[in-house]
């Protein structure tokens, strides 16, 4: 298992930028694919972005395509989301997840592919 705590979150004016952070502890964090989710008042929990155990082979949601930047840096065991250009409806509490995957490649899109989740940290981007 592995431990997950994200912050960086906060409240931003429309067209600002902040930068999450999920810093792991536990089982070794480069032995698993990680994903950022976010879930909006009164909506499910959906996909923002998602990235490989190495760091190479990333995925991104249509609604954040060109303004998020997932990465992560394994020497420091976290996780990282990279938010430009937000918008009113970016508003949501940001979880970070990761899970096992299959080799050092795969990127994981789905919520049921993640086992372990953090407390999530919120986003609030006024317009």
């Known amino acids: 298992q592995v431990q997950l705590i994200e912050s960086g979150g906060g409240l931003v004016q429309a067209g600002g930028s902040l930068r999450l952070s999920c810093a792991a502890s536990?089982?070794?964090?480069?032995?698993?694919?990680m994903g950022w989710f976010r879930q909006a008042p009164g909506k499910e929990r959906e996909f923002v972005a998602a990235i490989s155990r190495n760091g190479g082979p990333k995925y991104y949601a249509d609604s954040v395509k060109g303004r998020f930047t997932i990465s992560r840096d394994n020497a420091k065991n976290t996780l990282y989301l990279q938010m430009n250009s937000l918008k009113p409806e970016d508003t949501a509490v940001y979880y970070c997840a990761a899970g096992v995957g299959q080799g050092w490649i795969s990127v994981l899109l789905r919520e049921v592919e993640y086992d372990n989740w953090g407390q999530g940290t919120q986003v609030t981007v006024s317009s």
């Open positions: 536990g089982r070794t964090f480069s032995t698993y694919a």
